[in-house]
């Protein structure tokens, strides 16, 4: 039987150490950063990384608390221009570079994280802006 993702690049503490270096730049870009309402993205964090953690094989506890994922439903109340998406990918893509994966395995990842930000963008740029 070959090892998860979720065990092959270290399991819980590298997920918490990806979600954390993501958060913090967030936290530090006034735009991508009004797409989250609440103050404390404590909880933003917590429940992206749930997820990260069952996408990949690790523990369930996404689903047990929240249901199944529907991120487009999820993300929907959302303005995602190719903008944010911008935005998002640049510091999660940062937060990748941190870990300093093994190639196969930071290829895999990109390579999702990079397909599912294109897949919840949902509002077009303003033109205007």
Do not use: C, I
């Amino acid at each position: 039987m070959t090892a998860s993702f979720y065990d092959r690049v270290g399991g819980h503490a590298t997920f918490v150490a990806l979600v954390d270096r993501f958060y913090a730049g967030v936290a530090d870009d006034p735009p991508l950063r009004a797409l989250y309402p609440e103050e404390d993205l404590g909880p933003a964090a917590a429940r992206l990384r749930m997820f990260l953690e069952q996408y990949w094989g690790g523990p369930k506890t996404y689903g047990e608390t929240r249901g199944h994922p529907r991120l487009r439903l999820r993300h929907g109340p959302f303005a995602v221009t190719p903008t944010q998406r911008d935005r998002w990918l640049f510091h999660m893509l940062a937060a990748v570079d941190s870990l300093e994966l093994p190639a196969a395995e930071d290829a895999e990842l990109r390579e999702y994280l990079v397909r599912a930000a294109h897949f919840l963008v949902n509002t077009p740029d303003d033109p205007e802006a």
